[in-house]
């Protein structure tokens, strides 16, 4: 396995979460800083540092974060009014964790994409 995230700690419950989903792909947990009401982080299991090291092996996983995503959206009571799914990629995409992860957001009517 590639260096320790700290999402890699929240996978192996070294740390603790609010962890809302868990198999053996993927993992769901609240964003302890949230920029909307509801705001989740869903990561694959392995770690995989930018959107840039995926490989074919991987597109179960990155299709599992989509369909939990829509889950956690009906549960959260978001799925009517919408929600947005966002995944940054390195330093002009402003990636702070390397560990591919997806922002869900909703629970409010949310900005502009970018600025």
């Given at each position: ?13 070294e ?9 053996e ?9 949230p ?7 869903i ?7 930018t959107?840039?090291?995926v ?9 599992r974060?989509?369909t ?31 560990h ?16």
């Open positions: 396995m590639s260096n320790e995230t700290l999402f890699s700690k929240i996978v192996a419950k740390i603790p979460a609010d962890i809302l989903y868990q198999d792909l993927v993992t769901a947990f609240r964003d302890i800083t920029k909307t009401p509801t705001h989740i982080l990561v694959p299991n392995k770690i995989i540092p959107i840039d090291d490989v074919a092996e991987d597109e179960a996983a990155l299709g974060m989509i939990v995503a829509a889950k956690l959206a009906k549960d959260e009571g978001i799925s009517e009014d919408g929600y947005r799914l966002i995944i940054n990629c390195k330093d002009h995409g402003r990636q702070e964790v390397y591919v992860h997806m922002h869900l957001l909703g629970g409010r009517q949310l900005g502009t994409m970018v600025d």
